[in-house]
């Protein structure tokens, strides 16, 4: 038997979160704030690689943020209306928010998917204390 205190403790369970945006109309928007699965998160990374600015075999930066965020949100955001299929929020639909709200779902996104290192430890410590 391994030692207990070894085991790696994880859930499949997508973490989500519930976003609420006020459109032009006077009325609220309903989306859920999902985690990718591994799939869509390597293709998001490998899309991502192929914007990144080499000089010297160094990586000096990216050639294009055009679309930058909402690329990463068009795999995170889906549609929560009431009595309606989820689905997810279309690129061209995300670049119509405003940049303020791109950017903090954007950065949530990062977070519960796993892609910056600060969620990666966070999700490593959350799994030994389980």
Not at 40 to 50: G, H, V
Not at 57 to 80: E, I, M, N, R, Y
Not at 91 to 118: C, H, M, W
């Amino acid at each position: 038997m391994s030692d207990e205190s070894n085991v790696m403790k994880f859930s499949s369970v997508l973490e989500e979160i519930p976003v609420e945006i006020a459109n032009a109309n006077g009325g609220v928007d309903h989306y859920i704030l999902r985690e990718m699965l591994a799939g869509p998160r390597d293709e998001y990374l490998s899309k991502m690689s192929d914007r990144v600015k080499y000089v010297d075999g160094k990586a000096l930066g990216l050639k294009t943020f055009d679309g930058f965020q909402a690329s990463l949100l068009a795999k995170c955001l889906w549609t929560c209306e009431e009595g309606e299929e989820e689905k997810r929020v279309s690129l061209n639909q995300i670049q119509t928010f405003p940049a303020r709200v791109v950017t903090a779902l954007y950065d949530k996104a990062v977070e519960i998917s796993g892609l910056d290192e600060d969620s990666v430890k966070a999700k490593e410590e959350a799994a030994k204390n389980d």
